[in-house]
């Protein structure tokens, strides 16, 4: 069977990295991004071309991915000016592997589906590192057809490969598990933060705590750079902030209220004020240090 042309817009170090994944695979490449470095280094390893616009992405491939930071973007990319919507053809399938709020991809795959393209979101787990191996965790959703038609390509990328039902469902399931895993990183680094201003000893606080039930792969993250100072789980403050948005967006939209999530929220949104939003998550240990009544 003939391997799609995938088309790619984003080649970050998570993108880049599902990118080269694919390249050695034998998949054939057509990609775009600001960065001219990055869409160089892909050239160079060959079975791949440059595009100058979405709409150029989109005519030269049967699916295109999208790896980009914000739903903003994805939306500038999908109706913009030589957008992907102006150039993707029936038939055709655009993935999103971001976090975008659901509204919004909603709103692309109906627009796409009047073309008679269809769409999958399918936010992504894990570290760029696996993407580079093709073991990522991917939480895919939209039409269960479009989704089999795709699946052995997703299957080249992921591990993991989870089909979540109708469109949007991927992007819900991403922002609950950030909600939940974000609010963890800022409640364990508060912990670290009381317990040093009240004289207690962290080292010995993670042990105890580690102990018992509240021990997680989040609580070794947080314990690593508020006892060890290593900063290892490799997920910005700027990025945590900007899901927890989200997330807030879509419970508004719900018509729900989410009072846990707004607290999260307000404690990264003032660690990014104080410039601490390229920092790690658990980096936010710094923050909770400084507060005062």
Same mark, same amino acid.
């Given at each position: 069977?003939?391997? !799609?042309?995938?088309?790619?817009?984003?080649?970050?170090? @998570?993108?880049?990295? @599902?990118?080269?994944?694919?390249?050695?695979?034998?998949?054939?490449?057509?990609? @775009?991004?600001?960065?001219?470095?990055?869409?160089?280094?892909?050239?160079?390893?060959?079975?791949?071309?440059?595009?100058?616009? !979405?709409?150029?992405?989109?005519?030269?491939?049967?699916?295109?991915?999208?790896?980009?930071?914000?739903?903003?973007?994805?939306?500038?990319?999908?109706?913009?000016?030589?957008?992907?919507?102006?150039?993707?053809?029936?038939?055709?399938?655009?993935?999103?592997?971001?976090?975008?709020?659901?509204?919004?991809?909603?709103?692309?795959?109906?627009?796409?589906?009047?073309?008679?393209?269809?769409?999958?979101?399918?936010?992504?787990?894990?570290?760029?590192?696996?993407?580079?191996?093709?073991?990522?965790?991917? @939480?895919?959703?939209?039409?269960?057809?479009?989704?089999?038609?795709?699946?052995?390509? +997703?299957?080249?990328?992921?591990?993991?490969?989870?089909?979540?039902?109708?469109?949007?469902?991927?992007?819900?399931?991403? +922002?609950?598990?950030?909600?939940?895993?974000?609010?963890?990183?800022?409640?364990?680094?508060?912990?670290?933060?009381?317990?040093?201003?009240?004289?207690?000893?962290?080292?010995?606080?993670?042990?105890?705590?580690?102990?018992? !039930?509240?021990?997680?792969?989040?609580?070794?993250?947080?314990?690593?750079?508020?006892?060890?100072?290593?900063?290892?789980?490799?997920?910005?403050?700027?990025?945590?902030?900007?899901? +927890?948005?989200?997330?807030?967006?879509?419970?508004?939209?719900?018509?729900?209220?989410?009072?846990?999530?707004?607290?999260?929220?307000?404690?990264?949104?003032?660690?990014?004020?104080?410039? +601490?939003? !390229?920092?790690?998550?658990?980096?936010?240990?710094?923050?909770?240090?400084?507060?005062?009544?």
């Amino acid at each position: 069977m003939t391997k !799609p042309v995938i088309g790619f817009i984003g080649l970050g170090l @998570m993108g880049g990295n @599902m990118v080269e994944n694919l390249q050695n695979r034998g998949i054939e490449l057509v990609v @775009m991004d600001l960065d001219d470095a990055a869409v160089a280094a892909v050239l160079a390893r060959g079975n791949a071309r440059a595009a100058t616009s !979405p709409k150029a992405v989109a005519e030269a491939s049967d699916i295109v991915m999208l790896c980009l930071t914000t739903s903003d973007v994805v939306e500038a990319v999908v109706y913009g000016e030589d957008g992907l919507l102006a150039g993707i053809s029936e038939g055709n399938v655009l993935i999103d592997f971001g976090t975008s709020i659901p509204s919004s991809t909603r709103k692309i795959g109906a627009d796409l589906a009047a073309k008679g393209a269809g769409m999958i979101d399918a936010p992504l787990g894990r570290t760029p590192a696996h993407a580079k191996d093709g073991l990522l965790n991917i @939480m895919a959703a939209g039409d269960r057809a479009t989704f089999d038609g795709v699946k052995p390509v +997703l299957d080249e990328m992921g591990e993991n490969v989870f089909y979540l039902g109708a469109l949007g469902a991927g992007h819900v399931t991403k +922002l609950i598990n950030n909600f939940m895993g974000m609010t963890t990183v800022c409640t364990m680094s508060q912990a670290f933060a009381v317990a040093e201003r009240a004289g207690i000893d962290r080292g010995q606080l993670y042990e105890i705590m580690s102990s018992g !039930p509240s021990n997680s792969p989040f609580m070794g993250f947080c314990k690593n750079y508020a006892v060890d100072g290593v900063s290892d789980l490799g997920f910005s403050i700027d990025n945590a902030n900007k899901d +927890l948005g989200y997330f807030l967006k879509m419970a508004e939209d719900m018509g729900l209220r989410a009072e846990i999530a707004e607290g999260t929220s307000h404690n990264l949104q003032a660690a990014v004020d104080a410039g +601490l939003g !390229p920092g790690n998550v658990p980096e936010i240990f710094d923050y909770f240090m400084t507060l005062e009544r």
